[in-house]
């Protein structure tokens, strides 16, 4: 049914569970999963960048560090299950990013985690996961992370 998966994760708590469902479809599919983690440019864009000397710092280099950790973290846990396993790096806005890769990618399948956010939170910056859900053409499976009490 799947032969290419595709996790989004931005190394977030509300990640964690959607790394470990992404990896059980893809053992039990057989399937290539592939994990993206998107470098927001609205992000490192902000930035007046006058506080860093060269450009091997600065807010772009930091989250390009926390998504080859959070890369890292996912690819082991594949790799010890027997998933074959390809990261991927990608900078840009994150919704219209995770879809051209799932589309570029073939991807039979986005999986992507949220959390439960306030309702001012989502008013004021909306959710990856909900754009997503709404530009992909393929299937995505949204795995909720439970709300700490």
Do not use: W
């Not at 989004?8 to 039990?28: N, P, Y």
Request: hydrophobic share 40%; glycine share 8%; net charge negative.
């Amino acid at each position: 049914m799947y032969d290419e998966i595709l996790l989004a994760t931005g190394g977030e708590v509300a990640s964690d569970r959607a790394v470990d469902h992404a990896i059980d479809l893809a053992a039990h599919h057989d399937a290539t999963l592939h994990v993206l983690f998107v470098v927001d440019s609205d992000v490192y864009d902000a930035y007046s960048g006058d506080e860093y000397v060269d450009e091997s710092e600065g807010p772009e280099h930091g989250l390009e560090e926390i998504g080859e950790d959070a890369l890292s973290e996912v690819a082991a846990k594949a790799e010890a299950r027997g998933v074959d396993v390809e990261t991927h790096i990608r900078h840009g806005r994150p919704p219209e990013t995770i879809v051209k890769f799932a589309e570029d990618a073939g991807a039979d399948l986005v999986v992507m985690g949220t959390r439960r956010r306030s309702d001012e939170y989502r008013s004021l910056l909306g959710s990856v996961t909900d754009r997503v859900l709404r530009l992909a053409v393929m299937p995505v499976t949204v795995v909720k992370t439970p709300v700490e009490p």
